[in-house]
């Protein structure tokens, strides 16, 4: 089976600050977008990535591309995103050829993902699982609350048991067939945030394999400190 990798690449980054769109800003000197475009191409089973470029960024992420070292046996295509990630995903999704029967979506804010951690989802989607989140436990209590005024206290409603709540990172791998029938059974104003969410709604089985530390996403300015500490630690 052919696999594709769909990198949605097209926010602004709010949460990290003013600059630059997010996915273009530099890590250690490399824009994080070619981080995780290498990440993608560094699994032999993946024969496409499909780059979904800032609205008006294509043809800078062209060049990008262009510019830096990829590996031949690797297809490129970059298409321009929307305004909300579920919608760049469904643009990337419009790009793919025939012939691609297994997609990866992968977030540009997760540069750092290690091969393995790729490979072991593709793997589980051959092996006949419709749709595979990688997901690391959590370390955090976490609390559901009721929303309030901003600026006033939130009052918690519940707190769910840790043990059995985890942390889901990409890329997501998906049965193309089953990501397709998901994305187009969306309603409006019911998007998930993230794309296993859609399956779950269209009630196929959502199973998780395991994550790595060092597949976290990029948010805010101390993910940058933590990403470029990574790659200094992979050099040495
Ligand atoms: N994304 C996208 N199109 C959008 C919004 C987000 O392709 N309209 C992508 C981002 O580029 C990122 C991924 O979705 O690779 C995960 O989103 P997030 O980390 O939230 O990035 P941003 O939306 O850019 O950041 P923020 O929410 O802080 O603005
Ligand atoms: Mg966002």
């Known amino acids: 089976p052919r696999t594709a990798a769909v990198i949605p690449a097209a926010g602004r980054g709010v949460r990290l600050g003013p600059g630059a769109p997010k996915a273009l800003r530099a890590l250690n000197g490399t824009p994080m977008l070619i981080h995780a475009v290498r990440a993608m191409a560094a699994s032999r089973a993946v024969s496409l990535v499909v780059v979904v470029a800032p609205p008006d960024g294509a043809a800078e992420v062209k060049t990008l591309l262009a510019d830096h070292a990829l590996p031949e046996r690797t297809d490129f295509l970059v298409v321009p995103g929307g305004a909300t990630r579920q919608e760049s995903v469904k643009l990337g999704l419009d790009a793919l050829p025939a012939g691609i029967d297994i997609v990866l ?85 019911e998007g998930a945030t993230d794309c296993a969410g859609l399956v779950e709604r269209l009630g196929e089985p959502v199973v998780l394999v395991p994550g790595h530390e060092e597949a976290f996403k990029v948010t805010r300015p101390l993910d940058l400190v933590l990403a470029e500490a990574v790659l200094a630690r992979r050099r040495a």
Do not use: M, N, S
Request: no cysteine; glycine share 6%.
């Open 105 to 189: 979506v992968h977030d540009a804010a997760r540069p750092l993902v290690p091969v393995d951690t790729v490979d072991g989802v593709i793997e589980a989607v051959r092996d006949g699982a419709p749709a595979v989140v990688p997901a690391l436990p959590v370390a955090d209590t976490v609390k559901e609350v009721e929303p309030a005024a901003p600026g006033e206290p939130e009052p918690v409603v519940a707190t769910p048991e840790r043990a059995r709540l985890r942390a889901v990172q990409t890329p997501q791998g998906f049965d193309r067939a089953t990501l397709l029938r998901a994305h187009e059974a969306v309603v409006v104003g």
